[in-house]
């Protein structure tokens, strides 16, 4: 079936350093992406979303990039600050559904 | 700003008892859903709802049934809790149209069954 998942579960980086999460997504129909940020006890929240028609999109302080023909994903995080502790999920999908990855931890270091 | 508000935060049941879990979006969304959250899983998506009276299967619907009588109202109802019910329970809503798009989530309900 479908999946989606994230390389590495933990991601610690020093403040100020920028992050990149990446994400890989099996089902070449994809035609949504989208990035959530989760902190402890709250539900997800949006980061940015990119479509299948475009490659890279910036929000700000954050970048997602889309490689369609690896069926690859990625968030890059400028400047990383201690807000951004969190759980990231991406998530990748068509038809109205989205299809969740496990979740990366990012730890800030001060 | 959209809200996606749950009812419950937190609840303890007991194997065998029947739950519900109540979801209301105030945006006028077409769209609902419902996912549990469990580590090292991600989320699972339970059922979901493209319009009043209709719902659909998603990955893990089993022991699990859902309601949509109103557009802003979708519940999630455990007809006989077991321990392997127990999990954070995240409901979504979405406004595109039989298409895809951000979902709006809530705050979760950690259901603990004993």
């Known amino acids: 079936g479908e999946s989606v998942g994230l390389h590495l579960p933990t991601l610690s980086v020093q403040e100020g350093d920028n992050s990149i999460i990446n994400c890989a997504y099996s089902?070449?129909?994809?035609?949504?992406f989208i990035w959530y940020k989760q902190e402890s006890g709250k539900g997800p929240q949006f980061i940015i979303d990119i479509r299948s028609n475009m490659d890279k999109r910036q929000g700000q302080r954050v970048t997602v990039l889309l490689n369609k023909t690896v069926k690859h994903l990625s968030l890059q995080i400028a400047a990383t600050q201690p807000g951004d502790s969190a759980v990231y999920f991406c998530a990748a999908g068509n038809t109205g559904k989205l299809i969740f990855g496990q979740g990366t931890t990012l730890q800030v270091k001060p | 700003d959209v809200k996606v508000t749950q009812s419950s935060r937190y609840l303890v049941k007991r194997t065998g008892e029947k739950v519900f879990l109540e979801c209301v979006q105030d945006m006028d969304h077409e769209n609902m859903f419902w996912y549990r959250q469990d580590p090292g899983l991600g989320l699972r998506l339970i059922y979901f709802?493209?319009?009043?009276?209709?719902?659909e299967k998603g990955d893990i619907p089993e022991g699990y049934s859902v309601s949509r009588e109103k557009k802003e109202r979708f519940s999630l109802i455990l007809e006989s809790a077991s321990t392997n019910q127990t999990s954070m329970y995240l409901c979504a809503s979405s406004h595109q149209v039989r298409g895809t798009g951000e979902l709006f989530f809530g705050e979760g309900s950690r259901l603990t069954v004993l």
């Open positions: 089902n070449s129909a994809s035609d949504y």
């Open positions: 709802s493209y319009d009043v009276k209709m719902k």
